[in-house]
């Protein structure tokens, strides 16, 4: 995996000036409680419930509230609520929010979530989906979802 310019200065600054590598800086400024939420994000629960695959601990009522819109397919319902913003993952106003972290995690979690989908559904098989948007530095638009490839039939 190819590291992210902004990590690589800040790795770089540590030992007065001699650097640290990636695993022994993680060791020095990450924690347990941490490790086991970003467990949870990086390998998450998936349910099926009512013909969808969902985020365990999703609200039926918000899916029925997104069913019931005009225009809606299951593709779209099951899309809206599987997705995640990637900036969300922190605080909003989160100093060391970068593009590059963004689009490496996302891209990561990407490959993350086809490969539990995979093994998890093997008979429903899932388009994931990393969403970049046009102007690269809106951070808050960059989206993590997935949806069954047996919606995209349904919706053509």
Same mark, same amino acid.
């Given at each position: 995996?190819?590291?992210?310019?902004?990590?690589?200065?800040?790795?770089?600054?540590?030992?007065?000036?001699?650097?640290?590598?990636?695993? !022994?800086?993680?060791? #020095?400024?990450?924690?347990?409680?941490?490790?086991?939420?970003?467990?949870?994000?990086?390998?998450?629960?998936?349910?099926?419930?009512?013909?969808?695959?969902?985020?365990?601990?999703?609200?039926?009522? !918000?899916?029925?509230?997104?069913?019931?819109? +005009?225009?809606?397919?299951?593709?779209?319902?099951?899309?809206?609520?599987?997705?995640?913003?990637?900036?969300?993952?922190?605080?909003?106003?989160?100093?060391?929010? !970068?593009?590059?972290?963004?689009?490496?995690?996302?891209?990561?979690?990407?490959?993350?979530?086809?490969?539990?989908?995979?093994?998890?559904?093997?008979?429903?098989? #899932?388009?994931?989906?990393?969403?970049?948007?046009?102007?690269? +530095?809106?951070?808050?638009?960059?989206?993590?979802?997935?949806?069954?490839?047996?919606?995209?039939?349904?919706?053509?």
């Amino acid at each position: 995996m190819d590291m992210p310019d902004s990590i690589k200065a800040e790795l770089a600054v540590w030992n007065n000036g001699k650097g640290i590598d990636i695993e !022994s800086w993680v060791g #020095c400024e990450g924690n347990f409680s941490l490790a086991v939420g970003y467990a949870r994000i990086f390998w998450p629960e998936f349910v099926e419930f009512d013909g969808y695959i969902l985020r365990k601990g999703f609200s039926e009522t !918000s899916l029925r509230g997104f069913e019931s819109q +005009e225009g809606s397919t299951r593709k779209s319902t099951e899309w809206v609520m599987n997705h995640l913003h990637i900036a969300d993952i922190h605080h909003y106003g989160c100093k060391d929010i !970068s593009k590059d972290k963004i689009k490496l995690i996302g891209r990561v979690l990407k490959e993350i979530y086809e490969a539990k989908l995979t093994q998890q559904f093997p008979e429903s098989p #899932c388009i994931v989906e990393f969403h970049e948007p046009e102007g690269e +530095e809106d951070l808050l638009e960059y989206q993590l979802s997935f949806w069954q490839a047996k919606h995209e039939e349904e919706n053509a």
